[in-house]
Structure formats: C-alpha cells, structure tokens
C-alpha cells in the first residue's frame, strides 16, 4: 500500500510531532523551561587550529583510555571501571544542561578536564596541560569524536542551562533536612540508593547507555561524587546533579516533578548525610527532629587536595576504659576516642591484583583495659556477601592461582568486535564468585625489637619481621595467623582461640565489627602490645561480592597505634590536696589581717 502525502499533510505532520515533542519534554519553549532553567544560544564553532592543537594533546595524553576514535576503548579501558566516556553519542554526565542535552564546553567539559572525576580514573589535568591546552583538546574532542550531535546544530540542539549562578542555596535547617529525608522517599530516590543513602537500594541490577554495570553513589561518601569538582561540601553539586540528571546512566533529572525549594531540601539532607567528623546514626533512613538538629550541626571532614579525599591522620587512638570493654557499637564510652578514617585501596602490587576496589575506606576506633583491646569497625559495602560453596584451599593457603583464583590477562579491549565487551573489566562486574566479606589487621609480632625507621613489609611481612594477621569473615570465623610474606603460606597461630567476635552486623549497605583481643600472648607468636607507644599497624578488607580473596582485596598504608596511657590517680588526688592546702593558707592569711584590724582599731 503505497501512501501519498501532500505538502499541507506534511505541514500538518510536523506540526502534530511538534507538539507531541513539546507534550513529551523533548523541546520546551521558553515560558516551559523547568524551573530554575534559562534559555541560552548555542555555541561558535572552534578554530581549524584548536582543533589540531587539541588532536595532538589527545593523542598523547586521552587516547590511552578514550581510545583512538574516542569510543571508550583505549589499551587501559579493558583495566577500568567505570569504563572510560565514550565520546561517539555525546553523552555527558556532569552537566548545567538539561536532561539529554549536550552539556557546556567552556563550564562543565572545562572543569571536568581540570579537575577530574572523583571516584573514577579519570584526572586532574590542571598543572600537567596548560588552559589553553585543556580548551584546544575540548575543541578536537567535541568536532571529531562526537559523530552522533553538534553543538552548533541549530535544527536539533537546545541549551536550557540550570541558573546556578543567580540562585542562593537553601539554608541547610534542621526543617529542611528533614523534608529532604522525606522526599527522597516520596520520590522514590531510596530504591537505588538504599533507605540510609549508601547505594545498597539497587546495587546489581542497573547498567548505563553502553550496557555496562554501574551502581547508585554512596550518599556518605561526598568526595566520590562524579561532579564534585575538588569541592565535594558544595551542596550546588547536588541541586544540579537532581536537577539535570545524569545522560547515559539511570540517575534521571528530578527537574519536571519537584520545585527548585523541594530540590534544595533534597541537596540539603545529601549533603548532610555525607560523614562528618562526628558519626550520626540515620537508623533505617528515619529522621527525627533530634537526628536533623545533630545533622544540621555535622562538622565536615577536612579534604586533602592531593587526594581529593579526607586527610589521613595516620596515629589510631586507643582509650583506657576501667571494667568490661563494650559490647555494642552505640556505647557511649566509644565517644571517649576520635574515630580515625582509613584510606583503602586495591592491592595492585602482586597476582591476583584488585583493579577495581569497592571498599575504598574504613572506619576504626579502638578502647582497652587492663587486659585486652578492641577494635570497632564500619566500613560500607553495598551487599552481605556470605560464601555458600566450599573451596578447594585452607585458609592458611595464600597461593590461589592454583585453584583458578586468577586475575584477568591484559588483553585489550573487545569493544568493536564483541558489543557486550566480555573483555573488559567493567562488563564482568557482578559476576564474580562469591567469597566472604572479611577484615583483617597485622602487627609486627616483635615490632619492639624494629630497628628505626625500618618496619617489616606491610603486605603480610617477611621473614626476618614476621606479622600476626587477626582476620574476621562473614561466615563468623575468626583466625590469627603469622604471616612471613605475601607469596608465603600463613602459620595458624593458636591465639585465635583468644579473639572474641563480639559483635558482626551488616545493616543498609554498612558493616559494624568489633573485635576484642588480649593485649599480650606468646612474645614470639603474636604481637605483645604495650602502651605509649608507637606500633605499627596495616589493614586489610575484602569484598566478596566482588570477588575479593586471598591476595584480591582492599590494603591501606602503615597506620600507628598508640594506647594512651590511663591517667594516674594522682592526677586528681594531688590537685585536690593543693586547692584545699591554697585555701587552708588564704583563710590562714585572711584571718591575720582581720586580726590585725581589729587590734589597730581598739588602739
């Protein structure tokens, strides 16, 4: 059937697909722009001379990831997760746009080559490439690799551009903070990123554009936010994220079913969410008005701008406390010591390495007494991850390539040949076997006997400073072993019989462990802790879901562990002996002169 159309039919079609487009949100006229939006003209089209200025800074710094015709499948692509931006679709995250539409070159695109993207491989390029440099590459990038759009195309492309600049943020009260814990549940925000916000919501199930596995950001963990921009406090980073979405992943815009106020409020209980230097609980995502109050009051963490992350301080803190040591995590003697933030990465040193870590920090604070020392742990972990099949290894076995535990061979990438990329790295996330969630410390066992500076090698040591290794798992084992090196079989030691798991909790993407330990055993199997003094400490995490065990999991630098000494009882006997001595002599004194008043005055 052969249809025949006319130039008024035609007319008449373009005008219908119009107005459904209009209907639909895919092109507003001005007085439809979503509020909070302004209309702005599309961009000049660069110079031929950026654009081959901006060629060869590509091709020596972009390309080893971005790939040669920007599709996201450079030689280090297979090795990355999140995968490098494929540039073909023009599809950008961080944006000022509106949903779908192209994001600015000269603000967003700019600052996100300046300053990288927390929580993924891509770096700060300011101080390695100069401005010019930085826009001369934007030049090549956005008129040669983008093959699908064009930011000068007058027919298709739209800039409705958040006006961030001309808006105040909402003031972060307690009201506001507990509306924004609100509206993340009406609008539905906690299916992905779980009802305390740490991304445990929909953790598995969610991919972006290109078909690869992505998961909801951790709300407590600001710092990793795509768009922080070296400022992860910024609450604006947050409006605009719910505010324009981000293209190419599940995260839509919020800017067509929420007022700029209900945003602002939402930004607001994000931001305060995010850790403090004081921990609040937000116990099933409920806010009372007591929790809003503490949250409004929350002190940020300080930022190193080298990492882009909380600054480490490097001295673990260990109380003295008289009696039984805690049984809970909500004890209030544990606010008697700070808790300190430990930096984690993925053990890249030796096979099977951890490319793509998932616990990149954990939490520690630690309290003793006369006879032993506990440690409490809180680390995020978007699932329980419980090892159901049994293994081929002991425990003790650190070798496990024997057993087909392997890392993946550099093989480059698949991308054009395999669209489901079963190469790379980023395509196998989630369909890793599953291993135990587990958590480990190691102490030099004779580190009083390390000549200074010298400590044994933090990865499980070496034969001449051996380290006991006190483990947990989330099948409920605990073991202490003696490490002698990160290729050699652990000892057993039977100090294990010792350490007691006194509580192990995986609650809405966040796991609570405390371990108790007594501060001496046997000298020349386990280490013989003393206190005021510096001892040193590494630590190790291992996510099961994601495939972490043996070698493959998460290793922090050396940390130190000092036990304060408890404060002497005459440290308050002497004091007060001196007061009432002071005052016993100034009343002495007080009644001579009065004395001495009363004897001139009768004279």
């Not at 080893?64 to 931006?85: F, S």
């Not at 483990?471 to 007691?500: H, I, L, N, P, R």
Request: hydrophobic residues 35%; aromatic residues 12%.
């Amino acid at each position: 059937m052969r249809i025949v159309t006319t130039t008024a039919t035609r007319w008449g079609m373009l005008v219908c697909i119009s107005m459904l487009l209009g209907m639909a949100g895919g092109s507003w006229a001005q007085d439809d722009l979503p509020e909070g939006f302004v209309k702005q003209g599309l961009p000049s089209a660069p110079g031929a001379e950026s654009i081959e200025a901006g060629k060869r800074v590509y091709f020596t710094k972009c390309v080893w990831c971005h790939g040669v015709e920007g599709a996201g499948d450079g030689p280090g692509a297979v090795r990355l997760w999140p995968r490098p931006r494929n540039f073909n679709a023009g599809t950008f995250k961080i944006r000022h746009t509106a949903s779908g539409q192209l994001p600015l070159i000269d603000t967003d695109l700019f600052q996100t080559v300046t300053h990288g993207l927390p929580g993924s491989a891509m770096p700060p390029w300011e101080g390695i490439l100069t401005d010019q440099q930085r826009r001369d590459v934007l030049a090549f990038v956005t008129t040669r690799l983008v093959e699908d759009r064009s930011w000068q195309d007058e027919e298709f492309e739209e800039f409705f551009v958040l006006d961030l600049e001309s808006m105040s943020p909402k003031e972060a009260t307690p009201e506001s903070i507990q509306r924004g814990s609100e509206l993340v549940v009406e609008k539905k925000c906690i299916e992905c990123h779980g009802l305390e916000g740490r991304g445990d919501g929909n953790a598995f199930n969610l991919k972006d554009d290109w078909g690869f596995p992505i998961q909801p950001a951790d709300w407590h963990k600001c710092w990793n936010f795509r768009g922080s921009r070296q400022d992860p406090y910024n609450v604006k980073n947050i409006f605009r994220t719910f505010s324009t979405g981000l293209n190419g992943t599940p995260m839509p815009s919020f800017a067509d079913n929420t007022s700029v106020d209900e945003r602002w409020d939402i930004a607001n209980y994000v931001n305060a969410l995010c850790e403090r230097v004081t921990d609040i609980a937000v116990v099933g995502g409920q806010v009372s008005e007591n929790t809003a109050q503490q949250l409004a009051k929350g002190v940020a963490l300080p930022i190193d701008p080298l990492t882009d992350k909380p600054k480490s301080n490097f001295v673990i803190p260990s109380k003295f406390v008289e009696g039984d040591l805690p049984t809970e995590a909500d004890d209030e003697r544990w606010g008697l010591v700070q808790r300190r933030w430990i930096a984690m990465g993925g053990q890249i040193t030796h096979k099977p390495r951890n490319f793509v870590n998932r616990i990149d920090d954990v939490w520690v604070r630690s309290l003793y007494n006369e006879t032993h020392i506990e440690f409490l742990f809180r680390w995020d972990d978007r699932t329980r991850s419980i090892q159901e099949e049994e293994v081929d290894w002991d425990p003790t076995e650190v070798n496990l390539e024997d057993y087909g535990v392997q890392e993946q061979s550099p093989q480059g990438t698949m991308f054009a040949e395999d669209p489901f990329h079963e190469e790379s790295i980023a395509a196998k996330q989630n369909q890793y076997a599953v291993y135990n969630d587990g958590i480990a410390f190691q102490f030099p066992i004779k580190w009083q006997e390390l000549p200074a500076p010298r400590k044994p090698r933090y990865f499980w040591g070496d034969e001449t400073f051996p380290v006991d290794i006190t483990k947990w798992m989330a099948d409920g084992t605990v073991a202490v072993y003696e490490g002698t090196g990160w290729d050699e079989d652990f000892s057993e030691v039977d100090f294990a019989d010792e350490v007691e798991v006194v509580k192990a909790e995986w609650s809405h993407g966040q796991w609570t462990v405390i371990l108790k330990r007594p501060l001496k055993g046997d000298y020349d199997e386990v280490a013989y802790l003393e206190g005021g003094k510096y001892i040193p400490m590494v630590f190790f995490a291992w996510d099961g879901h994601n495939g972490d065990v043996g070698r493959k999991m998460a290793v922090s630098a050396f940390y130190y562990l000092v036990m304060e000494p408890p404060t002497p009882v005459t440290t308050y006997i002497y004091p007060a002996f001196i007061m009432v001595g002071v005052i016993i002599v100034e009343g002495w004194v007080l009644g001579r002169r009065a004395n001495k008043r009363k004897a001139s005055s009768r004279s």
